[in-house]
T-cell receptor, first 116, second 110 residues
Framework: GAGVSQTPSNKVTEKGKYVELRCDPI?????LYWYRQSLGQGPEFLIY????????DSGLPNDRFFAVRPEGSVSTLKIQRTERGDSAVYLC??????????????FGEGSRLTVL | GQSLEQPSEVTAVEGAIVQINCTYQ??????LSWYQQHDGGAPTFLSY????GLEETGRFSSFLSRSDSYGYLLLQELQMKDSASYFC???????????FGKGTTLSVSS
């Protein structure tokens, strides 16, 4: 596709369950980012991949959160033992190289996670 | 630390001009980006200023003053479709991600 694709668009789960959120970036973009956005707030950085490796995971809130990008394209964000506070929209973004000299990221529409 | 401050809400009428200010605090500044986000939608890139001055893109312009740690987004000839949230953002100190402000909700009325 032409843009960043995220699935599912909506996910409702129960406290304590495991969830996976998928991101398919723009073809050819080596840099991939996960952000989390709560209502009325700006996107909050979680993790940055350059190719297959996590170049910066300093934004992951705790060890229940993990992300992979095994082939340098599609990425999966994994959340274990979900808590109600994990409810948010999880945004994925990609960019051509990861260089911040253009300030431009291409975002998907996000996966809305609701933990009951 | 790093922070960005912008007003939480701005209201205006169709056809008017509105300015959304952003002040920031950081070390190792690269430049200031602006994003638009409609309800339920993806943030979309509007502009980026690396150097001082005004950048114009159609009805939207963005300004940066590095010495004042200040920038703004100027929207002219407002239309109802401009009702959205607007975020300023800059690179984190490692140069690995953008840090976003809390956003300004713009409401345009007829």
């Amino acid at each position: 596709g032409a843009g960043v694709s995220q699935t599912p668009s909506n996910k409702v789960t129960e406290k304590g369950k495991y969830v996976e959120l998928r991101c398919d970036p723009i073809s050819g973009h080596t840099a991939l980012y996960w952000y989390r956005q709560s209502l009325g707030q700006g996107p909050e950085f979680l993790i940055y991949f350059q190719g297959t490796g996590a170049a910066d995971d300093s934004g992951l809130p705790n060890d229940r959160f993990f992300a992979v990008r095994p082939e340098g394209s599609v990425s999966t964000l994994k959340i274990q033992r979900t808590e109600r506070g994990d409810s948010a929209v999880y945004l994925c973004a990609s960019s051509l190289s990861g260089q911040m000299n253009t300030g431009e990221l291409f975002f998907g529409e996000g996966s809305r996670l609701t933990v009951l | 630390g790093q922070s960005l401050e912008q007003p939480s809400e701005v209201t205006a009428v169709e056809g008017a001009i509105v300015q959304i200010n952003c002040t920031y605090q950081t070390s190792g500044f690269y430049g200031l980006s602006w994003y638009q986000q409609h309800d339920g939608g993806a943030p979309t890139f509007l502009s980026y200023n690396a150097l001082d001055g005004l950048e114009e893109t159609g009805r939207f312009s963005s300004f940066l003053s590095r010495s004042d740690s200040y920038g703004y987004l100027l929207l002219q000839e407002l239309q109802m479709k401009d009702s959205a949230s607007y975020f300023c953002a800059f690179s984190n100190q490692a140069g690995t991600a953008l840090i976003f402000g809390k956003g300004t909700t713009l409401s345009v009325s007829s």
